[in-house]
T-cell receptor
Framework: GAGVSQSPRYKVAKRGQDVALRCDPI?????LFWYQQALGQGPEFLTY????????KSGLPSDRFFAERPEGSVSTLKIQRTQQEDSAVYLC??????????FGPGTRLTVT | GENVEQHPSTLSVQEGDSAVIKCTYS??????FPWYKQELGKRPQLIID?????GEKKDQRIAVTLNKTAKHFSLHITETQPEDSAVYFC???????????FGTGTQLKVEL
């Protein structure tokens, strides 16, 4: 079946622009996660949804970052007023069971 | 919070040899330990996982061991092949939540 998909795959933004990154989880997966992966590093947790409820947003680095999953399926990660330090790969993962998380291909964000 | 350390950061083996990657974690409440393989520019791929009530798990050429007392777990790859070359990440999930805390990754290179 189809895996987790993300769009766009690449995004270049000028500093100060807003961006929106989309995640389509595996159908039926209740849990959805966003991670940030800097070059040469492991993914770092940003936020977690169970259905439409955002249960943990402790990893969001600032109030410029906002995530939503209004209907419990597709999720959007929005970054306002992008800064150069926001440049990274943003990974989405979904899970049916409690722990097994399956990742999407990521969106590579470059802020110039 | 949880802290996961991983070593070595790079590992080079000859084809057919075994490879071992080790991780330690800090939170004794952690109860799930997945391993991910990430090829350059690709998504992290779940290759094996272990829960805290099990000491060892094997899947063909891949095995994972867990020592809860010492708070460390290891990935073992036998009969390595060139296609095993990738970055491997260990991770841990704490019982109170579902977020993954990743290690810093091991670049494995299998040489012919």
């Amino acid at each position: 079946g189809a895996g987790v998909s993300q769009s766009p795959r690449y995004k270049v933004a000028k500093r100060g622009q807003d961006v929106a990154l989309r995640c389509d989880p595996i159908s039926g997966h209740v849990s959805l996660f966003w991670y940030q992966q800097a070059l040469g590093q492991g993914p770092e947790f940003l936020t977690y949804f169970q259905n439409e409820a955002q249960l943990d947003k402790s990893g969001l680095p600032s109030d410029r970052f906002f995530a939503e999953r209004p209907e419990g399926s597709v999720s959007t990660l929005k970054i306002q007023r992008t800064q150069q330090e926001d440049s990274a790969v943003y990974l989405c993962a979904s899970s049916l069971k409690a722990y097994e998380q399956y990742f999407g291909p990521g969106t590579r964000l470059t802020v110039t | 919070g949880e802290n996961v350390e991983q070593h070595p950061s790079t590992l080079s083996v000859q084809e057919g040899d075994s490879a071992v990657i080790k991780c330690t974690y800090s939170d004794s409440a952690s109860n799930y330990f997945p391993w991910y393989k990430q090829e350059l520019g690709k998504r992290p791929q779940l290759i094996i996982d272990i829960r805290s009530n099990v000491g060892e798990k094997k899947d063909q050429r891949i095995a994972v061991t867990l020592n809860k007392t010492a708070k460390h777990f290891s990935l073992h790859i036998t009969e390595t092949q060139p296609e095993d070359s990738a970055v491997y990440f260990c991770a841990a999930v704490t019982g109170g939540g579902n977020k993954l805390t990743f290690g810093t990754g091991t670049q494995l290179k299998v040489e012919l």
